[in-house]
């Protein structure tokens, strides 16, 4: 019984070992978990969405608490495993419910934010062969979401997450195909807009840019989170990028949201760049429009561009 006892204890250890360790790495994510709540404050303080439609200000709104409930709970399942169950190795492998919500709130932030993409791609292409695949791998990102949240709260432990492979590398795979087919469809739509009019190639250019970065990070800690845990899932270690990107999801929809402002000064008053959802009656105003008479470039020179009225939509970034 003594050598079954000590292999069994052993086991345990080598599941949970890892965990605090794990938890001490997660708290220098700390800031990265602010900034979330950050962006959502610039929103509202900075008079940003006063243009906007009441969709976008609950859409934002529904971020700012998902992205709260997302720190609260890592606040306190650090709490209870690095203090409260520090060195009790059976405790340390029970699952809390604070970690099951946590993990909830991030995978409803990054569908949250994919749906919010896919609806910005429809109004720019009303074409839903493009949009219509990104909004499947956003609802099977949220499917295999809640189905793995499921799984790990009847298992009760971290030592059975290992049985959730299958269903967390779907997860996983369809969030980073998602995100990767929202920035190279952006970056499509943005390129073949192009009209040669110097001032809105850069501003296109611009939007192209921040399609880029806010795909690259997203898709990136995603496909992470996928290696690490099949590699290492009772380790914990995946964790490392799969906690930070729900605060990424929120500066991908809410910093896109308060750029708008730096674009227009940049690009002069001319360009209008709302972001939010149109309706019919309201999709012909919903447009960057290049519509001054003159147009007076950095050289000197000037163009008529009166005859040459151009709209380029710019609902998405």
């Known amino acids: 019984m003594l050598p079954a006892l000590s292999s069994s204890s052993s086991s345990l250890w080598r599941k949970v070992s890892m965990r605090p360790l794990?938890?001490?790495?997660?708290?220098?994510?700390?800031?990265?978990?602010?900034?979330?709540?950050?962006?959502?404050?610039?929103?509202?303080?900075?008079?940003?969405?006063?243009?906007?439609?009441s969709g976008v200000k609950l859409m934002v709104l529904s971020l700012a608490l998902l992205a709260t409930t997302h720190i609260v709970t890592f606040i306190a399942w650090a709490y209870e495993d690095l203090i409260t169950r520090f060195g009790d190795l059976v405790a340390l492998d029970n699952m809390p419910r604070t970690a099951l919500v946590q993990l909830l709130a991030i995978y409803m932030v990054s569908f949250v934010s994919q749906i919010f993409f896919t609806s910005r791609i429809y109004y720019l292409t009303h074409n839903w062969f493009l949009a219509g695949p990104v909004g499947i791998l956003a609802l099977t990102n949220i499917g295999a979401g809640l189905a793995q949240t499921t799984l790990a709260g009847i298992g009760g432990t971290f030592s059975n997450l290992?049985?959730?492979?299958?269903?967390?590398?779907?997860?996983?795979a369809s969030t980073a195909a998602c995100d990767m087919a929202i920035?190279?469809?952006?970056?499509?739509?943005?390129?073949?807009?192009?009209?040669?009019?110097?001032?809105?190639?850069?501003?296109?250019d611009n939007l192209i840019i921040l399609a880029i970065n806010r795909g690259a990070i997203t898709s990136l800690a995603a496909l992470l989170n996928l290696i690490l845990f099949v590699w290492r899932p009772e380790a914990m270690i995946f964790m490392i990028p799969l906690l930070p990107s729900c605060q990424f999801y929120v500066l991908s929809v809410v910093g896109s949201l308060n750029?708008?402002?730096?674009?227009?000064?940049k690009s002069g008053s001319s360009h209008e760049v709302p972001l939010e959802p149109i309706s019919a009656s309201q999709h012909n105003s919903a447009a960057v429009r290049v519509t001054t008479s003159v147009v007076t470039w950095k050289d000197g020179t000037r163009s008529s561009d009166k005859d040459s009225?151009?709209?380029?939509?710019a609902d998405a970034v």
Request: hydrophobic share 35%.
């Open 22 to 53: 794990a938890f001490e790495v997660y708290t220098d994510f700390s800031l990265v978990d602010a900034t979330g709540p950050i962006v959502v404050f610039q929103y509202f303080r900075g008079n940003l969405w006063s243009a906007d439609s």
């Open 309 to 313: 009225e151009r709209k380029y939509h």
């Open 259 to 265: 750029y708008r402002r730096s674009m227009r000064e």
């Open 162 to 172: 290992i049985h959730t492979e299958k269903v967390t590398s779907l997860q996983s």
């Open 183 to 204: 920035t190279v469809i952006l970056c499509w739509i943005f390129h073949t807009k192009r009209t040669g009019i110097k001032s809105t190639d850069n501003l296109l």
